[in-house]
């Protein structure tokens, strides 16, 4: 394997497609994420954020173009990449009957991470939730349930974010926390990719409108076939 | 290693905090088999000689039923997507995942078999065989059943299609295990049986966790 600049990996996404039943979402379209560089994925409802997002995740299979990480594809090494990412999408994942504390531990053992108990309460304390922590989170609000899903960002360490509305249902609070946490993992050279519809403030974020990625429905398949 | 652990002692947490399912599951399995003596007659000669019948039916309705719950939460809370993305191999996370559910159903119908055993007249001597037969077969069921709840999620009406998928594929464990009972009943000696039965567990173990994963990828597309 060769490693250009070994300090400094890049993820790269070529000409990608992306087919959702019989339409095609997008296609055509490239992006890169650098150390400490952000993305913003905005765009009408339906052009394919999510999708996008998803696929940087590597939970869909492009319809056609690539995915590199560090100069390799990353279905050569699904398990490594996906050690390297925290995608946070737009469903909170938490148990109504497990607390807070517990989900964060369950989800760091999935990233086979031991994440001690001073950082599970750091994370949780990062998005103000030190006081719930104990409580099942079938109590909590959906506000609250979407800073349990953030607290995982913080709770186990990862250079790649992917959110999708990382902001929904979150108030100025939660937003303000977001915001700090995100800059800090940029400064730390991490990078994000957010899909959003408010205005955030990430700055210098190159910023994505995936409407101009839309493929003219009936060519676009067909010239793909 | 710490993924597949992890998600075992979550399963069997969930299971016990919300423990009315795996109650339901078993109060299930025992009504199902008291219903028989009220419908076939109190004679003990016919009862004795299907009981065996009865409790393995049973026990392949009552594993049906709870096979809803194995992944339609994980998948409809958003659980499925951090599963699939940890670094493990998504075949680990199933089989953790299949393991805690034979722990909270498989291992209680079990436990509980030598007492249905005795209401619908079993030989007492068959009853050591029939209760090594469910904790041999059982497994089966439940790795068996996995690969349906998979190719069920997100259908419309999960349950009913679930029940249609993983029936004609539970009749393996279901012929031998009854057939070790009839054989200790007839003085031939379960072991053949019994050994048949622990193959098809042996069998699904490595092959069912492979089957499951992939029917997994496909709901998450």
């Known amino acids: 394997m060769h490693r250009t600049r070994p300090t400094d990996p890049e993820l790269?996404?070529?000409?990608?497609?992306?087919?959702?039943?019989?339409?095609?979402?997008?296609?055509?379209?490239?992006?890169?994420?650098?150390?400490?560089?952000?993305?913003?994925?905005?765009?009408?409802?339906?052009?394919?954020?999510?999708?996008?997002?998803?696929?940087?995740?590597?939970?869909?299979?492009?319809?056609?173009?690539?995915?590199?990480?560090?100069?390799?594809?990353?279905?050569?090494d699904a398990a490594h990449y996906r050690a390297l990412i925290h995608y946070v999408g737009h469903l909170d994942a938490s148990k109504p009957a497990l607390t807070p504390r517990e989900?964060?531990?369950?989800?760091?053992?999935?990233?086979?991470?031991?994440?001690?108990?001073?950082?599970?309460?750091?994370?949780?304390?990062?998005?103000?939730?030190?006081?719930?922590?104990?409580?099942?989170?079938?109590?909590?609000?959906?506000?609250?349930?979407?800073?349990?899903?953030?607290?995982?960002?913080?709770?186990?360490?990862?250079p790649i974010w992917l959110l999708d509305e990382p902001t929904a249902a979150l108030d100025s609070d939660g937003e303000a926390r977001l915001t700090t946490v995100i800059a800090e993992h940029r400064a730390a050279g991490g990078r994000v990719a957010i899909a959003t519809h408010q205005p955030l403030a990430v700055p210098d974020a190159a910023v994505i409108v995936l409407d101009e990625f839309a493929a003219p429905p009936e060519q676009a398949l067909a010239a793909l076939w | 290693m710490g993924a597949f652990l992890g998600l075992f002692r979550r399963d069997l947490r969930l299971a016990l905090r919300q423990g009315g399912e795996v109650g339901l599951v078993l109060g299930f399995f025992v009504l199902a088999v008291l219903l028989f003596p009220f419908g076939v007659g109190p004679e003990p000669e016919l009862l004795g000689r299907i009981a065996a019948g009865i409790i393995w039916v049973a026990a392949l309705l009552a594993a049906v039923l709870s096979l809803d719950r194995l992944f339609a939460a994980d998948h409809a809370d958003g659980g499925l997507d951090l599963i699939a993305l940890s670094p493990a191999p998504l075949e680990l996370a199933v089989l953790a995942k299949v393991a805690a559910h034979w722990v909270t159903t498989g291992l209680p119908l079990t436990l509980i078999s030598p007492v249905l055993a005795v209401f619908v007249d079993l030989d007492p001597t068959a009853i050591p065989v029939l209760v090594l037969g469910l904790l041999i077969g059982t497994p089966a069921l439940s790795l068996l059943g996995s690969i349906a709840a998979a190719l069920t999620l997100g259908a419309r009406r999960p349950g009913?299609?679930?029940?249609?998928?993983?029936?004609?594929?539970?009749?393996?464990?279901?012929?031998?295990?009854?057939?070790?009972?009839?054989?200790?009943?007839?003085?031939?000696?379960?072991?053949?049986?019994?050994?048949?039965?622990?193959?098809?567990?042996?069998?699904?173990?490595?092959?069912?966790?492979?089957?499951?994963?992939?029917?997994?990828?496909?709901?998450?597309?």
């Not at chain 1, 506000?143 to 607290?151: E, S, V």
């Not at chain 2, 029936?167 to 053949?192: K, M, Q």
């Open chain 1, 103 to 158: 989900m964060l531990g369950f989800w760091a053992a999935l990233r086979e991470s031991a994440a001690p108990a001073m950082t599970i309460a750091a994370a949780l304390d990062a998005f103000g939730l030190a006081g719930v922590a104990d409580w099942p989170c079938r109590w909590l609000s959906a506000g609250q349930r979407r800073r349990l899903a953030l607290a995982r960002l913080v709770a186990t360490p990862a």
């Open chain 2, 160 to 221: 009913v299609l679930v029940a249609l998928l993983v029936l004609p594929l539970y009749l393996p464990p279901l012929i031998f295990g009854t057939g070790a009972v009839e054989a200790i009943l007839t003085a031939e000696g379960a072991r053949a049986h019994l050994l048949l039965l622990g193959a098809v567990s042996l069998a699904a173990l490595p092959l069912a966790p492979f089957a499951t994963a992939a029917a997994l990828r496909q709901a998450l597309e």
């Open chain 1, 12 to 76: 790269v996404a070529e000409r990608l497609a992306c087919r959702r039943g019989e339409r095609l979402v997008f296609a055509g379209l490239d992006c890169r994420l650098e150390t400490g560089g952000a993305l913003l994925l905005t765009g009408s409802n339906g052009s394919g954020k999510s999708s996008l997002l998803r696929l940087l995740a590597t939970l869909l299979t492009p319809f056609s173009g690539r995915l590199l990480w560090d100069g390799l594809p990353v279905a050569q």
